[in-house]
């Protein structure tokens, strides 16, 4: 029998093979050929060169049957084809007559060529052979590729099927195409491939595309308790008979769940952190799992002010997999085969997560009956899914006899109704007694209180009692109140103002939030006004740095200011970006009541900072060993510069979230034009132009351009605002950085990546990868499906429409150059089937508004791309493919999904049908549309205008006659007002007719 990678190297002969036969069969020419002749003999000599490279025909031997047929297939098929061929350079003259009309004697590519002699029902049976030996191919390389037990516990330096990638040209196609096979091939054993035990790497990656960057952050942001505060969720005194016992429903056989209720601010999620690392929590749940030995626990917790994830079902769901899978990784393999075979062969690879299968692997992984599951999940009411949803999900978990949950949440309905019935207490009607330590406490480390107590004792005490008592349970209030009357303490006010103050201070909280703002001095309304705008409309919480250069130092007020600011000119040394963050938190702290703070990016940062919160617990210390610069200054300043600025807390967030509460405000807002997005855009340049070179990655480079145009389409769509010269200097930016090597990204720069960089036995010449590089635009690297790109591309993705319409009265082409996706192509599809970056917030009607643009300022909707379609075309796929039945693969996924019942987006059917309508209105071809399944999908909106339309169509479906004799004359027409009527001229006017006859 072969050796594996022998098998392996017939394999990869194959393959270049099956890509080149395949190419020439259906759509092309021979690479670099310069007129048909040279086509023909260049296929013929390279099928020659690829059959020979499959090596001599052999014996069939036992187990090697499948590669051995497929090669000798292969072979069968190179020697019709080099006969068609060689018949067709030996017999036929190339002929072209440039007056004729008739098209049915003359060919233009190698496959018209096999076509003529073979017949079009021949060449389509050749195609389905390919096909068929492509997909046996992709299951005899899975087979060869699938690692022994031993291999897969010694890690090697590269993924075994990386290496075998490498010995093929089109790498990535053909890596797709294996882990399509794997994912979506009905009945495949997968324990043919999958080892019971997979290695460190294959689990690291596994985790990795399973987890998510902000896991972790709201736990790191959460308070730790008090101490000797919330014992008596563990020790009961005589308040036991008003609320079910927590520590027994913990330590009993039953499974379910336990409600924990409460105000906003009463400390529900303290508790739920406190409850989740206690020792008598792990304690009883042991006595739970002493007849199965094996205990699982989870938590997360839910976070509004955080990105989608910390806030949707599918967070907490991959959540709370990723911490089951770590401490049991002998799981993967059980309940995600096809996933662990993926990262076992080609190493780090992101595959999306959908919803279906992570309640299939979640439910299947409680089915263990050996381990008993603890979860620990709060703040059920800041997740922005359907909460009937939630519910659902949640009661189908701890439904498993297996299964104990400990939950939180607001009082709202969705919640009271499911779990009023069940074990639940009410956190703010039982912290009396913490509230009053709490308050104990915190005056007494108070020198100010202590001359108080000398002074006065009962006035002190009653000070305290008073606290306890207006607080009504909500920590949050104890907390800010404390803090200012310690300040009027340690100012040794007087008794009578001590006493004025907390009778001002308002008991709701509501209420104290609106007197913290007015209470903000008249001259720093306006800087903190901007700060709160900052903080609300960022999409993820607004790094401390990034807070410095939107808020600048008054001197970014228009586009010049900007591209002269200092912070553009010039990159920051280290000493003054610690210096413009420590003027920020000052900032922070005398303009913003404290109602925002500054978090650490991790709990050593917040110890080597001396900050109180932190954004993730100590499983982010890695970061401040590894990526920080030398010496300890240069790593205390990354990590400053790394904090978060973020509201105290959720009620703060509610608050300020309310149009009516900025009344004392008014004078500062009416003469601000202050425009937060504008601001967080420009940041984001500023923030990719200061970023050091020396850790610049992919990840953060396409995040810091994704965000410059994230906030400039906000920007373009609230106020207005086209940002031509940020946007400009995004493209000169990084376009300068991409053509930079990066010193954390192997080989070459950005752009040399996208095209490819040679292996060493691939002799490409120095020119052509220069000449390669300097054609292509950054922006390429972004995009999907191979095309060409260009800046404009990109800001039509984003709809910028006001920056592309700038650009095109300012002389910008409209038609984009030979090879590249048009503009309108770009508009008309849904933006994660062009792009790798998280699509802008855009309606229907603003993509229906860049559409109406680039129509008007001419763009063809009939315009062939290098893949044969058109813009008209991929709209017409878009609306007749939501009817289609059966299967269909999500374009952002790998799982199959059926389609049966499919919801149609009656949102989509509206964009649809606006821009059909402009489609035909400008004069779309519909010569060989299908307009009966579109006019049946469209008339689900309005069937009066799909009426309409379908009449527009059927009057706009011309003949290939009148399209040839409209092209003739238009293009005659053209070159007789430029008085160029003689014979050259007219064979040019015919052959500029054919290519347009030929486009329609």
């Known amino acids: 029998m072969m050796e594996p990678l022998s098998i392996l190297a017939v394999a990869a002969a194959v393959v270049q ?39 001599q025909s052999k014996e069939l031997r036992n187990g090697d049957n499948d590669i051995y047929r497929i090669r000798e297939a292969c072979q069968t098929i190179q020697a019709e084809l080099t006969a068609v061929l060689d018949r067709i350079k030996d017999t036929r003259k190339e002929r072209l007559d440039v007056t004729a009309h008739s098209t049915s004697r003359r060919w233009t590519s190698v496959r018209q060529g096999l076509e003529n002699i073979l017949g079009g029902r021949k060449l389509a049976e050749i195609e389905k052979r390919l096909e068929s030996l492509r997909q046996d191919l992709l299951m005899v390389v899975l087979l060869e590729l699938s690692p022994s037990e031993q291999r897969s516990i010694e890690p090697s330096a590269e993924p075994i099927g990386l290496e075998f990638l490498e010995s093929i040209d089109e790498k990535e196609r053909w890596q797709n195409d294996l882990i399509d096979k794997i994912l979506n091939s009905e009945g495949l054993d997968m324990t043919l491939f999958s080892p019971s035990s997979l290695g460190r790497c294959t689990v690291k990656y596994f985790l990795e595309n399973l987890a998510y960057r902000e896991m972790f952050v709201r736990v790191g942001q959460i308070p730790y308790a008090f101490d000797n505060t919330f014992r008596w969720l563990f020790q009961p005194d005589d308040r036991q008979q008003s609320w079910p016992n927590f520590r027994a429903f913990l330590a009993n056989e039953s499974s379910g769940s336990y409600w924990i209720t409460g105000k906003p601010g009463s400390g529900k999620s303290t508790l739920m952190k406190n409850i989740a690392s206690r020792e008598e929590t792990q304690q009883e749940l042991r006595r739970w799992a002493k007849n199965t030995g094996a205990l699982v626990q989870a938590s997360f917790y839910f976070w509004s002010g955080a990105s989608r994830l910390n806030k949707s079902r599918e967070g907490l769901l991959r959540s709370l997999l990723s911490q089951i899978f770590q401490q049991y990784d002998n799981l993967i393999p059980v309940y995600c085969p096809r996933r662990a075979e993926i990262h076992t062969l080609f190493g780090k690879y992101t595959m999306p997560w959908e919803m279906e299968e992570l309640q299939d692997v979640m439910f299947k992984v409680l089915q263990d009956s050996e381990k008993k599951f603890f979860f620990v999940i709060d703040g059920l009411d800041e997740c922005v899914d359907d909460h009937e949803e939630l519910v659902a999900l949640l009661r189908e978990i701890s439904g498993n006899s297996n299964v104990k949950m400990c939950l939180s949440s ?27 330590h709490f308050v104990n406490s915190k005056l007494r480390g108070s020198s100010g209180f202590a001359d108080l107590q000398m002074s006065d004792r009962d006035f002190a005490a009653s000070l305290i009692e008073e606290i306890t008592q207006k607080s009504q349970g909500v920590f ?76 600048g130092d008054g001197d970014l007020e228009d586009g010049n200011a900007f591209i002269n600011s200092k912070f ?40 080597i900072l001396d900050l109180d919160h932190s954004t993730t617990p100590d499983l982010g210390t890695s970061n401040v060993d590894s990526q ?13 510069s790394e904090c978060t600025v973020q509201y105290m807390h959720r009620t703060v967030k509610d608050f300020l979230a309310r149009p009516n509460i900025w009344v004392s405000f008014s004078q500062a807002i009416t003469s601000s034009s202050f425009d937060p997005y504008e601001a967080l855009s420009r940041a984001s340049i500023i923030h990719l132009k200061n970023i050091d070179i020396h850790y610049m990655t992919t990840a953060i480079f396409w995040r810091a351009v994704e965000d410059t145009l994230y906030y400039a389409t906000l920007s373009d769509i609230q106020g207005q605002n086209p940002l031509i010269t940020e946007l400009d200097e995004l493209d000169r930016t990084a376009n300068e950085i991409a053509r930079t090597q990066w010193l954390k990204e192997p080989r070459g720069n950005l752009i040399q990546r996208h095209n490819g960089i040679p292996l060493p036995h691939q002799r490409v010449p120095r020119r052509i990868r220069e000449e390669n590089e300097h054609a292509s635009h950054w922006s390429a690297a972004q995009a999907k499906g191979g095309s060409k790109h260009s800046f ?14 700038f650009k095109l009265e300012a002389g910008s082409a409209v038609e984009q150059p030979q090879g590249s996706r048009s503009l309108l192509d770009c508009a008309i599809r849904e933006h994660e089937s062009v792009s790798i970056l998280r699509s802008a917030p855009l309606t229907m009607n603003q993509r229906i508004s860049m559409i ?56 989509r059917v509206e964009f649809w049908l606006s821009a059909a309508e402009l489609f035909v209105k400008y004069d779309a071809n519909c010569w060989a549309v299908n307009y009966k399944p579109m006019i049946q999908v ?54 500029v007719a054919l290519d347009d006859f030929t486009q329609h």
């Open 17 to 55: 093979f099956l890509d080149f036969t395949w190419k020439i069969v259906t759509h092309g020419n021979a690479p670099n050929s310069t007129s048909r002749k040279d086509d023909l003999a260049q296929a013929a000599n390279k099928l020659r060169r690829l059959s020979k490279a499959l090596g």
């Open 410 to 436: 607001r009082p709202w309905s969705d919640f009271l109704d499911n779990y009023k019935h069940g074990p639940h207490l009410k956190l703010h009607e039982l912290t009396t007694s913490d509230i009053e």
């Open 476 to 551: 949050i209030w104890v907390n800010i109140v404390v803090h200012a009357i310690i300040a009027d303490l340690k100012a040794g006010k007087r008794i009578a103002t001590l006493q004025s103050r907390l009778q001002e201070l308002p008991g709701d909280l509501e209420e104290l939030f609106q007197k913290l703002l007015d209470m903000i001095e008249e001259g720093n309304k306006e800087d903190a006004y901007q700060i709160f705008r900052l903080a609300q409309v960022a999409h993820t919480p607004i790094t401390l740095l990034t807070l410095v250069f939107a808020q």
């Open 568 to 607: 553009v000119k010039k990159r920051l040394t280290v000493e003054e970006k610690e210096g413009h963050c420590n003027r920020m938190k000052r900032r922070l702290t005398s303009h913003c009541m404290d109602l925002l703070e500054v978090v650490a990016p991790s709990k050593a940062a917040a110890d």
């Open 628 to 640: 920080s610069h030398e010496g300890e200054f240069n790593r205390r300043v990354d990590l400053l």
């Open 792 to 805: 404009l591309c990109l800001a039509v993705q984003f709809g910028l429409c006001s920056y592309v319409q």
């Open 852 to 907: 109406k643009l680039l129509l008007e300022k001419g763009d063809n909707p009939n315009r062939r791309d290098p893949f044969q379609g058109t813009p008209w075309l991929y709209l017409e796929g878009q609306i007749t493919n939501s009817l289609k039945e059966g299967t269909m693969k999500d374009q952002n996924s790998h799982i199959k999904r059926p389609l049966q019942q499919k919801k149609i987006d009656i949102e």
């Open 938 to 991: 469209l008339g689900i909106f309005d069937e009066q205008r799909a009426a309409v339309l379908k009449k527009a169509m059927k009057g706009r479906r011309r003949s290939l006659s009148h399209i040839w004799t409209t092209s003739v004359r238009k293009k005659n027409d053209a070159y007789l007002t430029l008085g160029q009527e003689d014979t050259k001229s007219i064979q040019t006017v015919a052959i």
